[in-house]
């Protein structure tokens, strides 16, 4: 069993264009794109879940754990929302260009440059957000035994990735690699992609059961994602910790 779940090759994928994660229309473009979709699914999953009441700042005193934060473009909404942020992400360049633009907007989110498995800490997080970083860690088992380690017992999990089919490779690398150029070549490696029952039995290991799985899709002529029936290329899932 590996005890480190960084990638090198992946890390410093990122590290290069890290200066680029707050232009809308730069090389995280997509993820601009995405953004939306993602807030409102968290906030909607987090609220029912925890029947939390509060209109202004519907996730206050909500504790969450943002893995793989980047340069914090869900960090930061999560905190404008009412919750206690952490984010972490194994990328100093990624955590400087977080830490940074936090500060700019006044906001008050934690920053380390760290990964699960190395992360110390006292606090077990109410919410974690695993999103669109399995397919990029170098053992995904180790990797959400390690985060499950950080979450409370009911607490909420979030893992958005992409699903290992024929579609996918068309769609997330040709199509979106090569053909419209929305990503950096190579951002994508279709053998590191999970498949949902994958993942489901990875984390019922560690205690965490499956309530909520559902597609993303993208509507090329609304230029916009929505949730979709359709798991066949990009998935979002809810578990629970039991």
């Given amino acids: 069993m590996k005890n480190n779940t960084i990638n090198k090759e992946e890390i410093e994928k990122f590290s290069k264009i890290a200066e680029e994660w707050w232009n809308p229309i730069g090389k995280f473009k997509p993820l601009h794109k995405f953004n939306p979709i993602r807030i409102s699914y968290i906030r909607d999953n987090i609220t029912s879940s925890f029947k939390l009441k509060n209109k202004r700042k519907p996730l206050e005193k909500i504790k969450i754990l943002d893995i793989g934060c980047g340069g914090g473009l869900l960090s930061e909404p999560m905190r404008k ?26 906001l008050n989110i934690k920053y380390h440059c760290t990964s699960p498995e190395n ?35 009911e607490g909420i999990m979030f893992v958005a990735t992409i699903n290992k089919t024929l579609k996918s490779y068309v769609f997330a690398i040709i199509g979106a690699e090569y053909v419209m150029r929305w990503l950096p070549i190579g951002t994508h490696e279709w053998e590191k992609f999970v498949i949902p029952e994958d993942l489901t039995k990875i984390l019922k290991k560690y205690n965490l059961s499956l309530e909520k799985l559902n597609g993303m ?7 916009q994602w929505s949730i979709s029936s359709d798991k066949s290329v990009n998935y979002i899932a809810k578990f629970v910790k039991d």
């Fill in 81 to 106: 929302l009412g919750a206690e942020v952490v984010g972490i992400d194994a990328s100093e360049k990624n955590i400087q260009v977080a830490k940074l633009h936090a500060k700019k907007n006044g």
């Fill in 119 to 153: 992360f110390i800490t006292n606090t077990k997080f109410d919410v974690i957000l695993n999103m669109e970083i399995v397919e990029h860690v170098e053992d995904v088992d180790f990797f959400l035994k390690s985060c499950a380690k950080l979450l409370k017992k």
């Fill in 217 to 223: 899709k993208f509507n090329l002529i609304k230029d």
